[in-house]
């Protein structure tokens, strides 16, 4: 089968996306591969839209209407997408311009910098709008609004450095979980649980494809693989939510993103939310402060991220911190908090596999903890363990500094035994024996939390979380192997409250803060009710 581009103006290969690529088969965008080729004529998408634009054009929806679903009405999606192959095409080429006369007109001084290069887009994508509306005019059609041809650059600057026709949902403090179940199929989940429909977010299932690929690639520094051989992207948004995808291995393309809302949070803001009672709140920051090594486990969408926030934030300032992650979502350095911290983030490789089972450029978690040692830090954090990255976590917790990690689980006794099989997956030269043993002598505290949906007095719904148990964790009996000791527990569908049972380990924690009495009083109090 040749591989040369069509020359057929109907042919949709032809357009600067295929350029230089082959025509068969799915493709990835341009932002960040080599230079598209530069169009020798109108793509035939802009002569149909132009063609389109002489008929009578739908009323324009104010600008008040829920973002959801109103704005894609007007919109020319084929356009959208003709346009943003065009400007990332030119952002690509004038990136690899080594020697332009003028940098500030060209365009690479924006190779550099994420605003100055999202101006210099703004700028490609209102000329490419004048000269297709002046075009238009010219063969009798129709001019577009001022408000359309904002809508019009709005819907093409998200296309290219945005999340396309998905980021006006991203954009909606409402939302906090979008599922995209195939291109027609597009529901919302809200903060208080609800779930709602909107408008779908591409016209084909293999256009969602290909703008995955296309999001996947344009980061220059830590590019995504997206192909039937590697049917699983996880990628970290601009502004911290979080995006998983899968297709092939399932009926219909699949995308989750989730949108945290609280990028910066406090423990104190989990006691006013009554999420956490006030005692839990002063064990957990004097646990922290003393190097106390803690994992937050929980179901999905519990709140697990949030309170690693929360924890964080009671490192004192002085320490020199060291996160890894799969995909950013802590944030430590936002917070603004350390002077010193050193993000690492994996990196899956995108050339062929080498003789150790790796792609050829691949980075994990164990690579970057490893190189951290060399760094002078006073903490390791290691972010969510899903699955082998478990015994990076573990690592970071014998070094001694008082590691953070995430779990799901739906208990804290049910959260050993998961990291136990996640430490076991790492190969057959771990035994549950051996995986036990290293927990039980680096972990030593279990965070538990839990969330439901709940009517509230006034009739509203609300997405409740709170801490349902904290245990702390020892070494035990040669049978099981560790043993817990539940320091606050379940109070029915409300935070966790003060057991009364404590550790000799826990009493320590007074040098850190830990006030006893009031442990103490709370739970006196809570056996009392």
Known sequence: ??????????DPTALPLFAAQAPHGRVRGTFSLRPAAQPS??????????????????????????????????????????????????LTKDHTKENAQDRNEAGPS???????????????????????????VATGGQAWTGAQQA???????????????????????????IFVLGHRKVLLQLVDGTRIGAEPVADSDEELIDFLRFVANR???????????????HLKLDGGARLAATAWVVSVPTVVIRRHRLSIDSLAAWVDRDCMSPACADFLAAAVRAGWSTVVAGPMSAGKT???????????????????????????????????????????????????????????????????????????????????????????????????????????????????????ETGGHVTRDLAMEKLAGCL??????????????????????????????????????????????????????????????CRDLVAHGFDLDAYQAEADAGWSR
């Not at 924006?110 to 238009?136: F, K, N, P, S």
Request: aromatic letters at 6%.
């Open 151 to 177: 809508r019009m650059a709005q819907a093409v600057f998200d296309a290219v450095f945005g999340l396309g026709r998905l980021q006006p949902l991203i954009d909606d403090d409402r939302v906090e979980n």
């Open 306 to 424: 949030t309170l690693m926030r929360a924890l964080c934030a009671q490192i004192p300032p002085q320490e020199a911190i060291g996160t890894f992650e799969t995909e950013y979502e802590l944030f430590v350095d936002q917070a603004g908090r350390h002077e010193v911290v050193i993000d690492w983030e994996s990196r899956p490789g995108m050339g062929e596999i080498g003789a150790d089972g790796r792609a050829a450029g691949a980075f994990d978690l164990d690579d970057a903890l490893v190189d951290s040692f060399r760094f002078a830090l006073d903490r390791q954090i290691v972010g969510e363990i899903r699955g082998r990255e478990v015994w990076t976590m573990i690592k970071a917790m014998e070094s001694g500094t008082g590691s953070l990690s995430t779990t799901h689980a739906s208990s804290a006794e049910a959260c050993v035994h998961k990291l136990v099989t996640c430490a076991m």
């Open 444 to 505: 030593d505290v279990i965070v538990q939390l839990d969330r439901k949906a709940v009517v509230l007095p006034d009739g509203t719904r609300a997405m409740r979380r709170w801490v349902r148990e904290v245990a702390v964790v020892e070494p035990g009996e040669r049978e099981k192997g560790y043993a817990l000791t539940y320091l606050f527990g379940p109070s029915g569908n409300g935070p966790a409250l003060a057991t009364g049972v404590i550790t000799e380990a």
């Open 1 to 10: 089968m040749s591989t040369e581009p069509s020359n057929d103006p109907g």
């Open 110 to 136: 924006a190779a550099g910098d994420r605003t100055a290069q999202e101006q210099y887009g703004r700028a490609v994508i209102d000329e490419l709008l004048a000269d297709h509306t002046a075009d238009a």
């Open 41 to 90: 004529r109108t793509p035939a998408v802009l002569e149909d839209a132009r063609r389109r634009h002489s008929s009578p054009r739908p009323a324009v929806i104010p600008s008040s209407a829920p973002r959801p679903t109103a704005d894609s009405a007007e919109i020319d999606w084929s356009l959208v997408r003709a346009l943003r192959t065009i400007v990332a095409g030119r």
């Open 219 to 233: 980061s220059e520094s830590n590019p995504r693989p997206f192909s039937e051989g590697t049917p699983r992207l």
